[in-house]
């Protein structure tokens, strides 16, 4: 959502950002509208004045015994009474169409973020470790399928497509790359781990930004709750409609949850494997904080998401994605992108995002700072510390040996009970 001081008092900045996002003007109409809105607020307000002087009237002449007055002025009455629904109703459509068009833009672009159409225009800033060179390297569920703990299979006969079955060694290892990434975050980061509610409503959707515009992309339950497609959406409406104590910020949270996504617009992309699910899991990082701290914020998360590849050694680089690669409610993101010699490619498995007070206007979230009246909006926070599926085909790939079987990463090893290499199911 947008401050509309901003709107009125920069018009042609705003309708700049959402040409960066590809978008048509909608400042003109957007003024029009909210200049037709304060008109009816004008004409409530002055009716609504003359109704009380007029009450006051009715009184003064009632007491006077001017009747003719008395009656003029419980008729005058009686027409503003049926004028103000009208005025009113008119107030409110002008509102409700403003507010329908905001909630359907994305957030602006931070400046320095590349100006591009999608992730062609991305741009590199980083990368750590070297690729491995693996002969006839194979992918994931090659991999897995032969060891016969990851079953497509069975997973297609329960439950359709982009589902996977793990079993053994391999479900044990997915569990361990979660517990890892949370002792990580919490232990020396500072993040509160939750266990989020998984089901949510209209409302929590609305204020991270998946709804109204994607709703497709999401599965609704008979009973109007929404399963999450990321913890974000749980993690950061815990602050909704609150009023913080910025001596409180940032706050960091942090939790592993199951995501649920339709893949709506992903037909023919990542058919085989588990690259592209409907069901996955993945550990989440929020941060609430001030705005003058929100750019600080966003290095240390990506930084914090970076240091879980490191630790399990496995090569990565890190992207500034341009305005046509973005997600709706980000105005700068990064992604991670981890090296997959099975693919010979990088592939994304966290993207860590600053959305200013994109969401914190959308949840009514603020914060008040010692000694000041004035509240103001947070800023939010979110990214993957990491998507664990994919950590799991990470592994799989990069430890993958000329046996078929999968050497343990070390930072791994306490999580699996010592096992330092992962072997077909006997």
């Known amino acids: 959502m947008f401050d509309m001081k901003f709107i009125r008092e920069t018009p042609d900045a705003f309708d700049a950002g959402l040409a960066r996002r590809g978008l048509d003007p909608r400042a003109g109409e957007i003024l029009a509208l909210d200049e037709e809105a304060r008109k009816f607020t004008h004409a409530l307000n002055e009716l609504q004045s003359r109704r009380n002087a007029a009450s006051k009237e009715i009184g003064q002449a009632k007491a006077k015994g001017d009747e003719d007055r008395f009656n003029e002025l419980r008729a005058e009455v009686d027409r503003i009474k049926q004028q103000i629904p009208t005025a009113e109703a008119e107030k409110q459509r002008a509102l409700d169409r403003i507010n329908e068009i905001?909630?359907?833009?994305?957030?602006?672009?931070?400046?320095?973020?590349?100006?591009?159409?999608?992730?062609?225009?991305?741009?590199?800033?980083?990368?750590?470790?070297?690729?491995?060179?693996?002969?006839?390297?194979?992918?994931?569920?090659?991999?897995?399928?032969?060891?016969?703990?990851?079953?497509?299979?069975?997973?297609?006969?329960?439950?359709?497509?982009?589902?996977?079955?793990?079993?053994?060694?391999?479900?044990?290892?997915?569990?361990?790359?979660?517990?890892?990434?949370?002792?990580?975050?919490?232990?020396?980061?500072?993040?509160?781990?939750?266990?989020?509610?998984?089901?949510?409503?209209?409302?929590?959707?609305?204020?991270?930004?998946?709804?109204?515009?994607?709703?497709?992309d999401l599965f609704r339950t008979e009973q109007d709750h929404w399963l999450i497609p990321t913890a974000e959406v749980s993690l950061t409406n815990i602050v909704r409609e609150e009023i913080l104590d910025a001596a409180d910020l940032p706050l960091r949270f942090t939790a592993w949850t199951p995501c649920f996504r339709s893949e709506a617009g992903a037909a023919g992309k990542d058919t085989r494997g588990m690259i592209r699910l409907h069901q996955f899991s993945k550990v989440e990082l929020v941060s609430i904080t001030a705005p003058d701290r929100s750019d600080d914020e966003h290095e240390r998360m990506t930084e914090c998401a970076e240091e879980v590849l490191k630790r399990l050694e496995l090569p990565y680089r890190t992207m500034v994605l341009s305005t046509g690669d973005m997600g709706f409610s980000a105005c700068k993101t990064y992604d991670i992108e981890v090296w997959l010699p099975g693919q010979g490619r990088y592939r994304e498995i966290s993207s860590c995002s600053n959305c200013g007070d994109f969401q914190g206007r959308r949840m009514n979230t603020r914060f008040r700072a010692q000694g000041e009246k004035q509240t103001r909006f947070v800023h939010t926070l979110n990214g993957s510390g990491l998507a664990v599926g994919r950590a799991l085909v990470a592994v799989l790939e990069n430890y993958q040996q000329p046996d078929g079987s999968i050497a343990v990463p070390e930072a791994l090893q306490g999580y699996m009970g010592g096992v330092e290499k992962i072997e077909a199911a006997g």
């Open 102 to 216: 905001l909630s359907g833009l994305p957030n602006l672009p931070a400046d320095g973020v590349p100006d591009g159409e999608d992730e062609a225009a991305n741009e590199e800033i980083r990368r750590w470790g070297e690729p491995a060179k693996l002969n006839s390297a194979k992918e994931h569920f090659d991999l897995g399928e032969a060891l016969g703990q990851m079953d497509f299979e069975t997973a297609v006969k329960m439950s359709g497509s982009r589902f996977v079955l793990l079993k053994g060694q391999l479900a044990r290892l997915e569990r361990a790359l979660a517990s890892f990434m949370l002792d990580l975050h919490t232990n020396e980061f500072g993040y509160t781990e939750c266990q989020p509610p998984l089901l949510v409503k209209d409302e929590a959707l609305y204020g991270t930004g998946q709804l109204p515009k994607f709703s497709e």
